[in-house]
C-alpha cells in the first residue's frame, strides 16, 4: 500500500516537472497525499522526510520551487530503488543452449520490425521477413524465439517461409527455442518445430518422434510417423501404423514406407493402391523407387487390360487402370514406355467408356520424356482417326527437325474447322508465348527453345490465325507484312489488343509506313476513344519519328480527357527531341529477336 502511495507521488511529480515548477504550489493532488505520508510517517521515518518535502513544495515561493521539486524527484526516486525486486516466485530452471555463434550486435531499433512482423497480424508482414532475412537479422538471439513462434502464423506462406528458408540459416542455434516451444498435442506449428528437430539433430531425435508418433496429435503424429521412414528398424510399427483409423495417419505411415523401400513396405504400397486408400497411395508410389513395385503395378496394370478387353467389369476395371496409370508418374524406365505402347496399341480399348484413361496415359508417354516413348507418340499420328494428333504433335516438335514436323502435320491444317486441325492450332497457341507473355512478365525468357519452320506463318496467314501469325513473324516477310498490314487498316482501332500487337510487329520489321499507319488508327478513331494507355500503346507512340510530333500534339489538342491530353503532349515532346536521322538498327538491337526487341523497347 505504502508503494503504492510513493508511486502516485512520483507520477504527480512528473506532471509537475512537464507543467511547471511554478504549477507546484498548492497542487491539489499533493495537498491530498500529504496527510497519508505524515500519517505513515509516524511509524516511518523516510515517509515522514517524504512528508515534510511534499509540504515545502507546496509552500515554496515561485522563485525556489523548481529546487523543491526537483529535491523531492530524488527523494522518491532514491526510495522507489530501494524497493526493487529481483527474486521471482517461479521455479529457477537451468538454461539450454548450444555451441553459440550468434552474437546481438544489431540494434533493437533495427530488429523491432523484423520481430513485430513475426509477432503481429496484418499486411505486408511477408515482404518486411524477406528484407530482413536478405539483411540478416534473423542472426541474433533475440530473433530466434519469435522466428520459431511464427510457425504458428495463420499466414501458411509464412510460416513455410520460416521453415523452408530461414530456420535452416539459423541452424542449431534454434534447437532450444525449437525444443522449449514444441508441444506434442500441438497442430500444424508444432508438426512444423518436429521436423525442423528432427533436420538439426537426426541422429538424436527418435526418442521423441517415437513419443510424437504415439501421443501426439493428429497433425504431430503424421509428421513424426512420416520421419520414422529414415529409420528402416522401425518398418513393424510403420506397418502397424498404415492400419489406423485415422486417413491422414495411414497416408504418413504410407509416405514413411515408400522411403524404406523394403519387402514388406512393397507389398503394403501395392495393397493400398487396391483397397480404398488408392487416393492415398498413389502419391507414395510415385515417391517410392524400388523397381518391383513399379513392376508389379505394371503387372496389376495388363491384368486389368485383358479384362477390359474382354468387357469385364469395365467401369471398375478402367478406374483401378486409371490409378495404376498415375502411379506410375515419374517411373522413367522401359517397362512403363512398353506398357504404355501396348496400352493404346488395344483397339477394345480405345473406346468411349475408357477416354480419360487415355488422356491419362499419353500425358505420362510425353512427361516421361524419353526418346522410345516420344517416337512412339508420333506414330499415333494418323491412329484412331487421328484422335491422339495433338499428343503427336507435342512428341514430334521434341524430336523431329522443324523441317519434318511441317511436313508430317501441315496437310491436317487444310480445314481448321476439322477436329484435327483445332488440336494442331491449340498445341500452337500453348508451345508459342503469346506477346503478353513478353510484355507482362520480367521474367519471361527472351530465348524460344523451339524453332519452327517458316512455312508455318504463311499456313496461318491462309487460316486467318491472326494472332499466330504474330507469334511467328520472326523474320520480315513481304507476304505476312501484307496480311497484318490489311488486318490494321480494316479494324482502325487503337484500343484493340490485337492491333497494337500487329503494330509491334510491323515496327520490328522496319516496315515503312508503320507511323503512317499507327497515326492514321489514332486519328481515326476520334478524340474520346482514350481515358487511359497501357505499356504497349506508350511504347508504340515513343517509337514515332519526329516528323509526327506535330501531328501528334495536333490530335493531343482536341482530346477531351485532360489527362490524356497532358501525356500525349509528353509523349510529342520526347518525339520531337529524337535526332533527325535516328538509325533504328543500331548494334543494341540487333540479334535480340522479335520478343527481345518487344521486351527491350517496354516503358
Known amino acids: 500500500?505504502?508503494?503504492?502511495?510513493?508511486?502516485?507521488?512520483?507520477?504527480?511529480?512528473?506532471?509537475?516537472?512537464?507543467?511547471?515548477?511554478?504549477?507546484?504550489s498548492g497542487d491539489l493532488r499533493l495537498q491530498k497525499v500529504l496527510p497519508q505520508l505524515q500519517k505513515l510517517g509516524e511509524s516511518a521515518p523516510v515517509f515522514n522526510r517524504m512528508a515534510q518535502a511534499v509540504s515545502q513544495v507546496l509552500e515554496a515561493e515561485t522563485s525556489g520551487s523548481a529546487a523543491k521539486l526537483l529535491e523531492l524527484g530524488t527523494l522518491l526516486s532514491s526510495v522507489l530503488y530501494t524497493q526493487g525486486k529481483t527474486e521471482t516466485k517461479e521455479t529457477l530452471q537451468p538454461v539450454e543452449g548450444s555451441d553459440a555463434k550468434l552474437k546481438t550486435l544489431i540494434p533493437y531499433r533495427k530488429l523491432?520490425?523484423?520481430?513485430?512482423?513475426?509477432?503481429?497480424?496484418?499486411?505486408?508482414?511477408?515482404?518486411?521477413?524477406?528484407?530482413?532475412?536478405?539483411?540478416?537479422?534473423?542472426?541474433?538471439?533475440?530473433?530466434?524465439?519469435?522466428?520459431?513462434?511464427?510457425?504458428?502464423?495463420?499466414?501458411?506462406?509464412?510460416?513455410?517461409?520460416?521453415?523452408?528458408?530461414?530456420?535452416?540459416?539459423?541452424?542449431?542455434?534454434?534447437?532450444?527455442?525449437?525444443?522449449?516451444?514444441?508441444?506434442?498435442?500441438?497442430?500444424?506449428?508444432?508438426?512444423?518445430?518436429?521436423?525442423?528437430?528432427?533436420?538439426?539433430?537426426?541422429?538424436?531425435?527418435?526418442?521423441?518422434?517415437?513419443?510424437?508418433?504415439?501421443?501426439?496429435?493428429?497433425?504431430?503424429?503424421?509428421?513424426?510417423?512420416?520421419?520414422?521412414?529414415?529409420?528402416?528398424?522401425?518398418?513393424?510399427?510403420?506397418?502397424?501404423?498404415?492400419?489406423?483409423?485415422?486417413?491422414?495417419?495411414?497416408?504418413?505411415?504410407?509416405?514413411?514406407?515408400?522411403?524404406?523401400?523394403?519387402?514388406?513396405?512393397?507389398?503394403?504400397?501395392?495393397?493400398?493402391?487396391?483397397?480404398?486408400?488408392?487416393?492415398?497411395?498413389?502419391?507414395?508410389?510415385?515417391?517410392?523407387?524400388?523397381?518391383?513395385?513399379?513392376?508389379?503395378?505394371?503387372?496389376?496394370?495388363?491384368?486389368?487390360?485383358?479384362?477390359?478387353?474382354?468387357?469385364?467389369?469395365?467401369?471398375?476395371?478402367?478406374?483401378?487402370?486409371?490409378?495404376?496409370?498415375?502411379?506410375?508418374?515419374?517411373?522413367?524406365?522401359?517397362?512403363?514406355?512398353?506398357?504404355?505402347?501396348?496400352?493404346?496399341?488395344?483397339?477394345?480399348?480405345?473406346?468411349?467408356?475408357?477416354?480419360?484413361?487415355?488422356?491419362?496415359?499419353?500425358?505420362?508417354?510425353?512427361?516421361?520424356?524419353?526418346?522410345?516413348?516420344?517416337?512412339?507418340?508420333?506414330?499415333?499420328?494418323?491412329?484412331?482417326?487421328?484422335?491422339?494428333?495433338?499428343?503427336?504433335?507435342?512428341?514430334?516438335?521434341?524430336?523431329?527437325?522443324?523441317?519434318?514436323?511441317?511436313?508430317?502435320?501441315?496437310?491436317?491444317?487444310?480445314?481448321?474447322?476439322?477436329?484435327?486441325?483445332?488440336?494442331?492450332?491449340?498445341?500452337?497457341?500453348?508451345?508459342?508465348?503469346?506477346?503478353e507473355y513478353f510484355i507482362y512478365d520480367s521474367s519471361a525468357n527472351i530465348v524460344d527453345s523451339i524453332q519452327w519452320d517458316p512455312r508455318w506463318g504463311h499456313l496461318l496467314v491462309k487460316l486467318d490465325e491472326e494472332e499466330l501469325v504474330c507469334r511467328f513473324a520472326q523474320e520480315p516477310d513481304p507476304k505476312i507484312i501484307d496480311y497484318l498490314v490489311k488486318k490494321c487498316q480494316d479494324r482502325q482501332n487503337f484500343n484493340f489488343d490485337k492491333t497494337t500487337h500487329i503494330l509491334l510487329v510491323l515496327f520490328n520489321h522496319r516496315y515503312p509506313d508503320a507511323p503512317e499507319l499507327l497515326m492514321t488508327i489514332l486519328e481515326k478513331g476520334g478524340t474520346k476513344q482514350f481515358y487511359y494507355l497501357d505499356r504497349v500503346q506508350l511504347a508504340l507512340l515513343h517509337m514515332l519519328p519526329r516528323p509526327y510530333a506535330d501531328r501528334l500534339r495536333q490530335f493531343a489538342e482536341g482530346l477531351s480527357y485532360q489527362g490524356m491530353k497532358t501525356q500525349l503532349l509528353e509523349i510529342a515532346e520526347s518525339i520531337e527531341a529524337k535526332p533527325e536521322q535516328q538509325d533504328i538498327s543500331d548494334q543494341e538491337e540487333k540479334g535480340q529477336g522479335l520478343w527481345g526487341w518487344i521486351k527491350s523497347k517496354m516503358l
Request: one cysteine or more.
Open 112 to 435: 523491432q520490425p523484423f520481430i513485430e512482423a513475426l509477432t503481429q497480424k496484418g499486411q505486408g508482414r511477408m515482404e518486411q521477413l524477406r528484407q530482413g532475412f536478405e539483411e540478416e537479422l534473423f542472426r541474433d538471439f533475440r530473433v530466434i524465439p519469435a522466428v520459431v513462434s511464427a510457425l504458428d502464423d495463420s499466414y501458411a506462406e509464412i510460416p513455410d517461409f520460416l521453415q523452408m528458408k530461414l530456420l535452416p540459416q539459423i541452424g542449431v542455434e534454434a534447437l532450444p527455442a525449437l525444443q522449449q516451444q514444441l508441444k506434442l498435442g500441438g497442430g500444424k506449428g508444432d508438426a512444423r518445430r518436429l521436423e525442423l528437430i528432427h533436420g538439426l539433430q537426426p541422429a538424436s531425435s527418435l526418442d521423441l518422434l517415437l513419443q510424437a508418433a504415439v501421443k501426439g496429435s493428429t497433425e504431430v503424429r503424421s509428421a513424426a510417423i512420416q520421419l520414422l521412414g529414415d529409420y528402416p528398424e522401425q518398418e513393424e510399427f510403420l506397418l502397424e501404423q498404415a492400419e489406423d483409423k485415422k486417413k491422414d495417419i495411414r497416408r504418413a505411415a504410407l509416405m514413411a514406407l515408400s522411403r524404406l523401400g523394403t519387402e514388406q513396405a512393397i507389398a503394403r504400397l501395392y495393397q493400398a493402391l487396391c483397397s480404398k486408400d488408392q487416393d492415398i497411395a498413389i502419391e507414395p508410389i510415385q515417391l517410392c523407387k524400388a523397381n518391383a513395385l513399379t513392376i508389379s503395378i505394371i503387372s496389376h496394370a495388363e491384368d486389368l487390360l485383358e479384362q477390359i478387353k474382354r468387357h469385364q467389369q469395365v467401369e471398375a476395371n478402367t478406374q483401378q487402370l486409371m490409378a495404376d496409370i498415375r502411379s506410375m508418374q515419374g517411373k522413367r524406365v522401359p517397362e512403363v514406355v512398353e506398357f504404355l505402347e501396348k496400352l493404346l496399341s488395344t483397339p477394345e480399348f480405345i473406346s468411349a467408356d475408357t477416354e480419360s484413361v487415355q488422356e491419362e496415359a499419353l500425358q505420362l508417354l510425353l512427361d516421361l520424356d524419353l526418346p522410345e516413348a516420344d517416337h512412339f507418340a508420333v506414330t499415333l499420328h494418323e491412329a484412331y482417326n487421328r484422335k491422339f494428333i495433338a499428343y503427336s504433335f507435342r512428341a514430334a516438335v521434341k524430336i523431329l527437325s522443324p523441317e519434318d514436323v511441317y511436313e508430317r502435320f501441315c496437310y491436317d491444317l487444310k480445314d481448321k474447322k476439322q477436329l484435327a486441325a483445332k488440336e494442331i492450332l491449340r498445341v500452337l497457341d500453348e508451345l508459342t508465348p503469346s506477346i
Open 1 to 24: 500500500m505504502s508503494i503504492d502511495l510513493l508511486f502516485e507521488v512520483q507520477q504527480d511529480v512528473r506532471r509537475l516537472f512537464i507543467a511547471g515548477s511554478g504549477m507546484a
